[in-house]
Every structure is written in C-alpha cells, then in structure tokens.
C-alpha cells in the first residue's frame, strides 16, 4: 500500500499558519520589550494612588532599554541603559526588586542619584528641606485582606512641583523618623504612598525593605491604570464578581 502525497497546497498552508503564529510570536515579544506591558497591584502599598486589583499599563521607553525590559530578563548585568535616562521625582515606577530580581515591586521615585532624605516625625525631607504637606480628609485603607481602616490623607509636593496623595495610618509610624539616606549614582530612592504600610527604600533588604533601587531595575513608568477589579471577591460566588469592577478607573492616569 503506498502512503498518498500531500498536496503542495495543504503543506503551503500548514507552513502559512506556523509562520503567522510565529510572526504573531514576535511582535508581542517586541511589543512588551520595547513599548509597553500591562502589571496588577497586588498589595495596598501605594494607596490611594493605586488599589488592589488594578491592572497597569507600564510604559518602558521613558527611561531607555536594560536586559529586565525584556520578558525574561536575559542578558548581562549593567550599570547602564540603552537610550538611558533618569526619571522624573514623582514617577511611578515599576522595578525588579535588588536582592530578588523574581518579583516586581512599583513604588512612587522620590529620590534620585546624590539626594539626601530623612522622615522626621512623619515628613519627608530632601536635600535638606521638608516637602510641603496639606491636609486632604480622611479616607479608608484597604489592607490585603479587605479589612478596611480609616487614614488620614494628605497632598505631598515635591521639589519639581509634581503632587500626589498619601496616606497616613499613624501619628508616629515605625518609618516615621529615620537616618539621612544619601542615594548612590546610579541608584534612586523610592517610597509607597501609603507611607505607613510599604516596604520601601527606608527599610533595608535585610529587614524585607527594598533598598536603593539600580537604574538598571527599572522596568519602566506608570502611566494608566487599564483596568480594576476588587480581588476579595474572588472568595464569594462567581455570580457576585461583575460587583468588584471599578469602571470608574478604568483608563485613567496615574500621577
């Protein structure tokens, strides 16, 4: 019995749709290297500027190109950036955290190379000078277990002139008064909104905190949040989770 040919065309086709699923393939891959790739906030760190459960879209070419803009994070260590250049205080960034490049971290940059900064009783000073503070209301903090708590909020300016809200949960946190941090070159300082609840440059690695923050770490900026869902809803029945959507900050910027 002799097998049957395949005819040209069936193999032309076969060969056609392995190339549009590779194709497919690549432009992806380029796309979350070069242009943008989408993160969810997992933890209340950076309330009330971002909620557990939203969906970020992370733009990476504002600060140029190291091997952790990549997917896999292949490539050589480097003190450097392709098209490198340094953030702006007041980005929000997301960064592959130092001692565990596994996990990825956001956090707002306060800090940049050479700053010196301190918390006194509660208020950020850099180089030297406090940042000006204005009371905002109070609102309610959610912690990762959905309790929910009640937090003073107030509007930070930094010396550029950028604004953003924090959140206070105590008069006198833990992080509230520390030492004078002098950042590296190369390096950048950064801190969670929700000062009284992250684990940020004011905590060193070895207690769980995140350090100083290489340049090269840098995934990249902050600039929307794309969508939002309440993820304490995944305990309750399925029929209850259209609920949790936060249409309200779908597509809206984050600064």
């Given amino acids: 019995m002799t097998a049957r040919p395949i005819p040209h065309q069936e193999t032309s086709g076969w060969r056609r749709q392995v190339r549009d699923i590779a194709l497919t393939l690549v432009f992806v891959l380029v796309a979350k290297t070069v242009a943008a790739e989408p993160y969810y906030v997992p933890s209340s760190s950076m309330e009330p500027t971002l909620l557990i459960g939203d969906e970020l879209l992370t733009t990476k070419y504002p600060y140029g190109y190291s091997r952790y803009s990549l997917p896999m994070a292949v490539g050589p260590a480097s003190v450097h950036r392709l098209m490198e250049s340094i953030p702006k205080r007041g980005d929000v960034v997301v960064f592959r955290l130092p001692h565990d490049p596994s996990q990825t971290y956001v956090k707002r940059v306060v800090g ?9 009783d509660g208020r950020l000073l850099i180089n030297g000078a406090l940042t000006p503070l204005r009371p905002d209301g109070i609102a309610q903090a959610e912690d990762s277990n959905g309790s929910l708590r009640s937090a003073a909020r107030f509007v930070e300016t930094l010396p550029d002139g950028a604004e953003h809200p924090i959140f206070k949960l105590f008069l006198s946190g833990p992080l509230d008064n520390t030492p004078v941090y002098e950042v590296p070159a190369g390096h950048l300082f950064v801190m969670g909104d929700n000062r009284d609840n992250s684990a940020d440059s004011r905590m060193s690695p070895s207690i769980g905190g995140v350090g100083y923050v290489p340049m090269e770490n840098l995934v990249g900026r902050v600039d929307a949040v794309i969508g939002s869902w309440d993820l304490t809803l995944a305990k309750k ?10 249409l309200a900050r779908f597509f809206s910027r984050v600064q």
């Fill in 237 to 246: 029945p399925v029929w209850t989770w259209p609920e949790g959507l936060r």
């Fill in 112 to 120: 940049l190379p050479g700053d010196r900064l301190q918390m006194q």
